[in-house]
T-cell receptor
């Protein structure tokens, strides 16, 4: 069974700090990865996609992919209370399905 | 506005009744998906469809059925055979094929008593 693993948290950071969210995956055939943000009671919202090794930056968000280590991360700079949510990591498996982790709950304290 | 709509937002049913959840998209996406989310759990794939008139079972298809008669629509029926149907149901769509982003509708919260 191919898996995507995330620390469930909660991860608590002070406002203005960098939040670091991590994800590992078991399927070496996975080529593309996504981070979704899910507020309580709402549906997941896509915030980052990453397809190649290295870093990809979009505003305050940076996604990092290391295929050799089977590791994906999301950095949120200058964290705001509005960033408090559950962050889901997902990767396309070699079987053709998008596999989701269980999510990491982030709390940004004012 | 392009997007995915799901209705209703909340649904209450008695045990033993079938119920159909609606999902419509105007993103011109070929692929559509149904997921189930339980508290503290990740998303689990129920069914998916890559093209009209074709669909495949996901990891937890038992007790569910779908149809795909139109590109824009992918309704999900939760049958009385589903042992624990109370959950948050999410519909998603994407460009057909692997490696593309999936976009989600707002979800339907189903409660069966």
């Amino acid at each position: 069974q191919k898996e995507v693993e995330q620390n469930s948290g909660p991860l608590s950071v002070p406002e203005g700090a960098i939040a670091s969210l991590n994800c590992t995956y078991s399927d070496r055939g996975s080529q593309s990865f996504f981070w979704y943000r899910q507020y309580s009671g709402k549906s997941p919202e896509l915030i980052m996609s990453i397809y190649s090794n290295g870093d990809k930056e979009d505003g305050r968000f940076t996604a990092q992919l290391n295929k050799a280590s089977q590791y994906v991360s999301l950095l949120i700079r200058d964290s705001q209370p509005s960033d408090s949510a559950t962050y889901l990591c997902a990767g396309w498996g070699s079987q053709g399905n998008l596999i989701f982790g269980k999510g990491t709950k982030l709390s940004v304290k004012p | 506005d392009g997007g995915i709509t799901q209705s209703p937002k909340y649904l209450f049913r008695k045990e033993g009744q079938n119920v159909t959840l609606s999902c419509e998209q105007n993103l011109n996406h070929d692929a559509m998906y149904w997921y189930r989310q339980d508290p503290g759990q990740g998303l689990r794939l129920i069914y998916y469809s890559q093209i009209v008139n074709d669909f495949q079972k996901g990891d937890i298809a038992e007790g569910y059925s779908v149809s795909r008669e139109k590109k824009e629509s992918f309704p999900l029926t939760v049958t009385s055979a589903q042992k624990n149907p109370t959950a948050f149901y999410l519909c998603a769509s994407s460009i057909r094929g692997q490696d593309y982003e999936q976009y989600f509708g707002p979800g339907t919260r189903l409660t069966v008593t």
